[in-house]
């Protein structure tokens, strides 16, 4: 048997390594507790490596600069490579 993915419209955003976007698109979903920058110390003091530790479903996620941060249906986040959303999302109206 085939079968199609149902449509579901979901909220998502670029992660784009900066903090305050983080706070703007996942604070008016829920809190934004668990969601952690990871950062390493260098000789110029703490430097951000622009990659989020996301807490899952599924257990804790890398999400990139330049991932896609998407809520599911269950009001859940998780990353998405830019090329899987892309053959799988479209924008809706």
């Known amino acids: 048997m085939k079968y199609r ?3 579901v419209v979901i909220d998502a955003f670029i ?3 900066n903090r305050e976007t983080l706070a703007r698109n996942i604070g008016h979903f829920s809190s934004n507790a668990g969601f952690v920058s990871e950062a390493k110390v260098t ?3 703490l430097m951000f490596t622009g990659k989020l530790k996301i807490p ?4 804790e996620m890398l999400a990139d600069v330049g991932d896609w941060i998407i809520r599911g ?19 809706a109206e």
Do not use: N
């Open 5 to 7: 993915k149902k449509p």
């Open 15 to 17: 992660w784009d390594g």
């Open 43 to 45: 000789d110029s003091g």
């Open 73 to 91: 249906v269950k009001g859940e986040f998780y990353p998405c490579k830019p090329d899987i959303f892309e053959a799988t999302y479209e924008a």
């Open 56 to 59: 899952t479903l599924e257990g």
